[in-house]
């Protein structure tokens, strides 16, 4: 498993009720039954996503066409699918902040747009890698491409073709973390994006999750392919 390496980096303070208020940490209260930062990150990505769709309609771009591209848009909203990779996965909340790091490692590549028809796989393959970087336990590359809506070949090319893109680079430094915690709170104020009304105590959820639950929870909830 790794971690999140502290080092000198300096980077603006960040309260510790900002982790609180986006779903990093819990508030003692009762938890959020998907963190808020969904929300903000959500929003973030469709922000950037509508912005390429429209610069590739306008033909002033040429779409760099990789396996992360489906043939189509999926009908699942990117927070929608958020959610559902959260709630079958089991991963902590933290690994949807290392996931937005390794997406921007990944757009650093030349000519690479964030589409609506790749951000959805190139969402679920962060967090999965991320899952297994910085959690204390995850599950087989079979059961995420039942989450994700993928075979189970697609995602471990997908896995690996993200991997060697970014140079293995998973190590996240705190200052990096705090800075794109930060951003997530910029994005509140700019949009002003109420809390989740609906609570629940997420621990009922995550104690004790067997696979075969999972499982069959999936057959009854299928997002359909992406």
């Not at 690994?95 to 650093?108: G, M, S, T, V």
Request: a positive charge; aromatic letters at 10%; proline letters at 4%.
């Amino acid at each position: 498993m790794g971690s999140l390496a502290h080092d000198g980096e300096s980077t603006a303070p960040v309260s510790p009720e900002l982790y609180v208020t986006l779903g990093l940490k819990e508030s003692g209260k009762g938890v959020p039954e998907f963190p808020r930062l969904f929300s903000l990150l959500s929003s973030i990505l469709e922000k950037t996503t509508e912005k390429n769709d429209r610069l590739l309609d306008s033909k002033k771009k040429k779409e760099i066409v990789t396996m992360f591209r489906g043939f189509r848009a999926p009908n699942i909203s990117i927070k929608s699918y958020m959610e559902r990779i959260y709630k079958y996965s089991k991963c902590s909340p933290s690994c949807f902040i290392l996931a937005h790091i390794y997406i921007d490692r990944f757009l650093q590549q030349p000519d690479f747009l964030l589409t609506s028809f790749n951000v959805h796989r190139l969402l679920v393959t962060s967090v999965v890698i991320a899952a297994k970087f910085i959690d204390d336990g995850f599950f087989k590359n079979a059961y995420y491409a039942r989450v994700a809506g993928v075979s189970t070949e697609e995602m471990n090319r997908m896995e690996l073709n993200l991997l060697f893109s970014i140079d293995f680079r998973l190590r996240v430094d705190m200052g990096t973390f705090r800075m794109y915690c930060l951003q997530l709170e910029k994005e509140a104020l700019e949009c002003h994006v109420e809390r989740p009304i609906q609570v629940c105590r997420r621990k009922d959820w995550i104690d004790n999750v067997e696979e075969s639950k999972c499982q069959s929870a999936l057959q009854r909830c299928s997002c359909g392919a992406v």
